[in-house]
């Protein structure tokens, strides 16, 4: 059985930096997408970046809006995924989900929460001074 369990979500001020991470459990593919997506009230969930498993590159793809301040890396346990922000803003602000596909796509992963079929119960992240 496929599960997510999400990690690391608080509070932090404008400007600042925070780790969020996702654990994987049950999948027993070696090339997978998983991708951290992000929901504010009132809002529709948004893909913030994703990384390819497989191939060996752990190829990352992120929203065009959110590159340079995520960094969405595979740890050496590889089952676990960081998503690293930056630079926070009060906009930021919402609960974060990781998810997987296990598709198995050669390039890049999709950026539409709808691809995806495993989620986890979410984080929340908070940018308030």
């Known amino acids: 059985q496929v599960q997510l369990m999400e990690s690391g979500g608080g509070s932090v001020q404008p400007g600042g930096s925070l780790r969020l991470s996702c654990t994987v459990f049950?999948?027993?593919?070696?090339?997978?997408?998983v991708g951290w997506f992000r929901q504010a009230p009132g809002k529709e969930r948004e893909a913030v970046a994703t990384i390819n498993t497989g191939g060996g590159s752990s190829r990352t793809d992120y929203t065009d809006s959110l590159k340079g301040r995520f960094t969405l890396s595979k740890d050496k346990a590889e089952n676990t995924f960081t998503l690293q922000m930056n630079s926070a803003k009060p906009e930021d602000t919402a609960m974060y989900y990781c998810?997987?596909?296990?598709?198995?796509?050669?390039?890049?992963?999709?950026?539409?929460?709808?691809?995806?079929?495993?989620w986890g119960q979410g984080t929340q992240v908070t940018v308030s001074s």
């Open positions: 998810a997987a596909d296990l598709t198995g796509y050669p390039g890049a992963c999709p950026l539409i929460p709808r691809a995806y079929d495993y």
């Open positions: 049950g999948v027993t593919y070696r090339w997978y997408c």
